[in-house]
């Protein structure tokens, strides 16, 4: 159904908007878009192009329409991977390599669809080589290594790295249940409280020492606004309850507050260890009878 | 017969190296953005055209 759009400066929209902020604090761009969409299209038009050619040409045209939509599908979440794995600052490569494993699909579903047309195997291989190479050269391949930073420890990292991908699920699973709200500024307000989360997330991954600080802040209150989002979503889907969209505000408030205070003293520390080491160098040089000044 | 195989053979090899070097060479920052450079965007659009051709018969054996 139709709904009338309300933004900040709308007639009906002005008095909501007074109180928060719902916009994002930066948009942000799906990775997918429409060319990964675009390339389910060639494989409708082969679905209904082989209606009409025989039995053969039918089960061929078919077979290829069902491999290219694989590749297309493959394609589309090996970008969000890549996307995912281009975000963060420790991240372990795709466990598989989707966006490949699309150009051998768009190659393999090229035969298939050639021979359905009644070509050789000469014509549909050079076509299946084409089209896979195209399609490697359009979306590139996936991240091959692993990423990490320099100067600290592996076993930390991959702490930091479980931890991260659990709160990731959580702000995921978030975000689903508050579409189910069907309310905009709603999702707008989830996305911003989750831009504050990804901050944390960063600055621990930027030193995996804060990760013993921030473990409940990532792991215990993250279920909990998950739990909570998921509660008013369904009570706000069913009947609209200002009351309760007006507490759910407030809590989301509150924890972008606690979460943005604690990631400034995470920080904050790791600045004191900075100002910590530049003393002992410092010392050091000293005793050495360098002078910095 | 044996002439078009190896033609099949260099076509497939060559097509297949610079596909592999052009996809890692573009993995740069504009990748990183999610953004196509012209030479991907050239790719894309003839990856779109061969598929639509020979789902619609366009590109035939000759």
């Excluded at chain 1, 195997?121 to 991240?143: E, K, N, Q, R």
Aim: aromatic content about 6%; proline content about 3%; charged content about 25%.
């Amino acid at each position: 159904m139709a709904k009338r759009y309300g933004g900040t400066y709308s007639p009906t929209g002005k008095v909501e908007a007074d109180n928060v902020d719902p916009r994002p604090f930066q948009a942000q761009v799906s990775p997918t878009g429409a060319r990964s969409n675009l390339l389910f299209v060639p494989g409708l038009i082969l679905a209904f192009t082989s209606f009409g050619g025989g039995p053969e040409a039918l089960a061929l045209g078919l077979a290829g329409a069902g491999t290219w939509t694989l590749a297309a599908w493959l394609t589309r979440e090996g970008l969000k991977a890549e996307a995912a794995y281009h975000a963060r600052k420790v991240a372990r490569r795709p466990a598989l390599p989707r966006k490949m494993l699309g150009s051998l699909l768009v190659g393999a579903g090229t035969v298939l669809a050639s021979l359905s047309g009644d070509m050789g195997l000469t014509a549909s291989g050079l076509y299946a080589v084409i089209g896979a190479a195209l399609h490697m050269t359009a979306f590139g391949i996936d991240p091959l290594k692993n990423k990490s930073l320099e100067g600290v420890d592996e076993f930390q990292q991959d702490r930091v790295a479980r931890v991260v991908d659990e709160a990731e699920a959580h702000l995921q699973s978030m975000m689903g249940a508050i579409r189910r709200a069907q309310d905009p500024r709603l999702e707008a307000r989830v996305e911003r409280f989750q831009q504050q989360v990804r901050e944390m997330l960063r600055t621990v991954e930027e030193d995996p020492r804060d990760l013993t600080a921030a473990r409940r802040y990532l792991g215990v209150y993250l279920m909990g606004a998950r739990d909570a989002t998921i509660k008013f979503a369904d009570i706000y889907a069913r009947d609209r309850d200002a009351g309760a969209k007006s507490d759910y505000m407030m809590l989301l408030t509150d924890l972008e507050e606690n979460y943005t205070a604690k990631t400034r003293k995470l920080l904050k520390d790791s600045n004191s260890d900075l100002a910590v080491e530049i003393d002992v160098l410092r010392d050091r040089l000293q005793r050495e009878g360098v002078r910095l000044d | 017969m044996a002439r078009l195989i190896m033609l099949l053979a260099l076509v497939a090899v060559v097509v297949a190296v610079g596909a592999i070097a052009v996809a890692v060479w573009s993995s740069g920052d504009g990748a990183r953005e999610g953004k196509l450079n012209n030479v991907q965007k050239v790719a894309y659009l003839c990856l779109f055209a061969v598929m639509t051709g020979v789902a619609t018969g366009f590109l035939g054996a000759e």
